[in-house]
């Protein structure tokens, strides 16, 4: 049987703030959108985590700055909130992490990361949590695009927040781990590779300012879409069309494919239940990476699902533990 990522209903991850409406997603994902939003806002996620939560020190403090412009696009999709360290009084450069939500490309909003921003800042690292263009108006790859746009806003910046451009990281979940994972599995490809997924001419000099990534840590990652029936149209709004007749786009749209030796470390958080993104599609990944001889970990979480995985405190700790050892 072929795996299955659903329909875009279910897709779409909740967001208390959510950059869609009901008829842009459908009356029945909206109504599960409002009822997982009342589910969180009720408090009814405590106790998610198998594991007790960690509570930040009252005197950790971090500096957020919200709603900056790092691309010119239409309304918020070009927006990212940055979370600064503590300002220890010193002049050594720091790790620095974009963090991308989720939301089956086709809503979510940056607000949806602020906790895994914050964290990322009490512990030493700038966070960039961005926007993107989402569909089904803005189709792939547009969202690749939007996350290389935010690398060069990020390096414009380097001096301004103290970033070390050798230490630089992203993080993504679900749709942001999809777009995490094939930006930086593109990276180290030619150019006329890396267009086949980007809108930017081979000649572009954008293509020489982007800074390296050196390492990605992802939760709940599609990660190959050619394994989808080839008539299957649920990813359509998105791709374009069904897998039988844009193969070449479902083919530059998956992580999977462009896997080489050369790539990052990346580290994948799934949750073992997930049904709405299988476990198989990660842990085709991680097969890929060490087959091309690339560190990969997966830490896979028994009885969590798509939504439990994303609120599950193991998530962050692994996340936090990842970039701990890379950057």
């Known amino acids: 049987m072929s795996p299955s990522f659903g329909p875009p209903s279910v897709l779409i991850r909740f967001s208390v ?12 994902a909206f109504r599960c959108l409002t009822f997982l939003g009342f589910l969180i806002l009720a408090g009814s996620t405590d106790g998610l985590s198998a594991e ?10 971090i500096s957020p700055t919200y709603d900056l412009t790092y691309n010119e696009v239409d309304g918020d999709a070009g927006k990212c909130d940055v979370f600064l360290p503590a300002d220890d009084g010193g002049a050594s450069l720091r790790p620095a992490v974009l963090v991308i939500h989720g939301g089956g490309w086709m809503s979510g909003d940056k607000w949806t990361m602020a906790a895994y921003g914050q964290k990322l800042a009490r512990a030493g690292y700038v966070a960039i949590s961005i926007n993107y263009r989402l569909a089904p108006t803005h189709k792939f790859p547009a ?27 992203l993080f993504g979940y679900s749709a942001g781990g999809h777009l995490s994972a094939l930006t930086a599995l593109l990276a ?62 479902y083919e530059a749209a998956s992580p999977t494919a462009q896997v080489s030796p050369d790539d990052p470390p990346i580290q994948i958080v799934h949750g073992i239940d997930d049904l709405l993104v299988p476990i198989s599609g990660s842990r085709g990944l991680q097969k890929a990476m060490i087959g091309a001889g690339v560190l990969c970990e997966l830490k896979e979480l028994p009885g969590r699902g798509h939504m439990l995985t994303f609120l599950d405190d193991r998530t962050n700790q692994t996340m936090l533990q990842w970039f ?3 950057l």
């Open 143 to 169: 969202q690749v695009d939007d996350v290389r746009q935010a690398l060069l806003w990020t390096r414009g910046r380097a001096e301004k927040y103290r970033i070390d451009l050798e230490r630089l990281g």
């Open 17 to 28: 703030r959510p950059r869609c409406d009901a008829k842009a997603v459908g009356p029945t």
């Open 324 to 326: 701990g050892r890379q």
């Open 52 to 61: 007790p939560s960690r509570v930040e020190p009252p005197t950790t403090k």
């Open 188 to 249: 180290d490809e030619p150019v006329d590779r890396q267009t086949a997924a980007s809108d930017w001419p081979v000649d572009d000099p954008r293509w020489k300012d982007l800074p390296k990534i050196k390492t990605v840590c992802v939760g709940g990652p599609p990660c190959d879409f050619r394994l989808l029936p080839p008539g299957n149209t649920s990813l359509a709004y998105f791709l374009g069309g069904s897998r039988s007749e844009l193969p070449e786009i």
